[in-house]
């Protein structure tokens, strides 16, 4: 009976959430996912009523994060048909090579600002600038799915900083990017905008009942067995593939046995090995069986539920009073992100990003400091009918970005690294990569957009 009040009240925190997004004009125009409202809501009723909500109401939603994270990450491939990675490489080179920047920027300049500025002043830990790149490029999911790799760290109020942090970034990045659209658009500088008597359904979130997409289709007989079960059942397969792989890491450590010492191998969480159960799993359906029968729109739908009852648990069970006692830092810490963000818009982006330079500068702002679907609401607001390069560049870019940055391999190797090894390895390392991604752009893509450089700020 716990369980069943457990999952009850996570789904009417969520329908609660879409209610006042349906209704309240404010949240429907910074676009405020439902599930964000749903968990602030939430954090405000435990920490308020906290000792009058019977413990059946939140049973188990601390483990849903971390669990949930694993089938959005395994979804993230499957039914998708990859192609060949110079293909993605000629479609979106420069884009690509900006979107690391920012990312890379950001471990920069968290742990820059931590070393120069946080640590003589405020009693925190070296490695608390991984809260930026954690909570912006990585989002909710990430920072909720390093919550054992927090624990086994003994910092576990790094997970309740990166969730703050997302929770930040996504309502900074959507603000943010609304304001730096309308200012775009009085220089001249957009190629399309939305066109501003958007109707009041869609700003409410709600599809015209004549204009409803499709959430998927069946790809099997029900009679045999129903799709949506097929499905979910796949990406199980793919998080056993993830744990396998789990396990092979771990057992690297009876040959090497300083990573085990040193901590890297067991905090490395499992979520990015389950993307690459995924990718294995899909390479194996589409190349070795040859059998199609995975939608990836319903791969989405099963993606988007996880994420969207992982925010909602997660944000709910923040704990404020963390937070509070490191609220100065943390508030330093993030303006910082902020502001490095709003810089690579303004500045490098229109130096190094070659056609529509604002339009995909806009949607790598919304998915650096957020998530992918941030990033390309912003995009669909400057771009509704994708008619420049911005939207196809943006998405063969995530195919090369994902499984690296924003809760990829290197956003798992980083945590840990930093917090066993020092920040001052990962800073290193992040200013290198920044380097070599600027010689990249110099020596492969300056030529050809110095040729043709719309609008320059």
């Known amino acids: 009976m716990d369980i069943v009040i457990s999952f009850s009240s996570l789904c009417m925190l969520l329908i609660i959430g879409k209610v006042i997004r349906t209704y309240f004009k404010l949240f429907q125009k910074i676009y405020l996912p439902s599930s964000v409202i749903a968990g602030i809501i939430g954090l405000v009723l435990i920490q308020i009523l906290g000792k009058y909500i019977p413990n059946s109401c939140t049973l188990g939603w601390n483990k849903l994060p971390s669990f949930l994270i694993n089938i959005v990450f395994a979804a993230l491939f499957i039914g998708v048909a990859i192609p060949s990675v110079s293909l993605i490489w000629k479609n979106c080179g420069p884009q690509l090579a900006y979107g690391q920047i920012v990312a890379w920027g950001q471990y920069t300049v968290g742990i820059t600002i931590t070393l120069l500025i946080l640590l003589p002043l405020f009693s925190i830990p070296s490695f608390f600038g991984v809260i930026v790149p954690v909570g912006f490029e990585g989002g909710h999911g990430t920072s909720a799915g ?36 309308n200012w775009a658009a009085r220089k001249g500088i957009t190629q399309k905008l939305r066109p501003s008597e958007d109707n009041a359904k869609e700003q409410s979130g709600i ?56 901590m890297i191998l067991q905090s490395f969480p499992l979520f990015p090995l389950c993307m690459i159960g995924g990718l294995i799993l899909q390479l194996f359906l589409s190349k070795g069986i040859k059998i199609d029968v995975v939608d990836h729109q319903i791969m989405q739908r099963i993606s988007g539920t996880a994420l969207d009852f992982l925010v909602v648990s997660a944000i ?49 702002m919304g998915q650096s400091m957020g998530v992918t679907a941030t990033g390309m609401l912003l995009l669909r607001v400057v771009d509704p009918e994708a008619e420049t390069k911005a939207t196809s560049a943006f998405g063969y870019k995530q195919l090369l970005h994902e499984p690296f940055m924003g809760g990829g391999l290197w956003t798992s190797i980083a945590v840990p690294l930093c917090i066993t090894q020092g920040p001052v390895v990962v800073l290193i390392i992040s200013i290198i990569a920044i380097a070599v991604w600027l010689l990249v752009w110099w020596f492969l893509f300056r030529r050809g957009i110095l040729k043709n450089r719309p609008h320059p700020v």
């Open 146 to 181: 390093l919550k054992p790799t927090f624990d086994l760290l003994n910092w576990p109020q790094g997970t309740d900083f990166c969730l703050a942090s997302a929770t930040v970034g996504i309502i900074s990045a959507i603000v943010l990017g609304m304001i730096l659209i």
């Open 207 to 262: 599809y015209r009942s004549d204009n409803r997409p499709v959430a998927g289709f069946q790809t099997v007989e029900a009679g045999s067995v129903d799709s949506l079960a097929l499905h979910i059942a796949i990406v199980g397969a793919a998080i056993l593939i993830g744990v396998l792989l789990k396990k092979i890491l771990i057992s690297l450590g009876l040959v090497f046995p300083v990573l085990l010492e040193k």
């Open 316 to 364: 709910s069970l923040i704990n404020i009073k963390t937070i509070f006692s490191g609220f100065l830092p943390f508030f330093i810490i993030v303006l910082g992100a902020i502001v490095w963000n709003v810089f690579c818009v303004l500045w490098l982006a229109p130096r190094i990003l070659p056609d529509a330079w604002f339009e995909r500068a806009i949607a790598e």
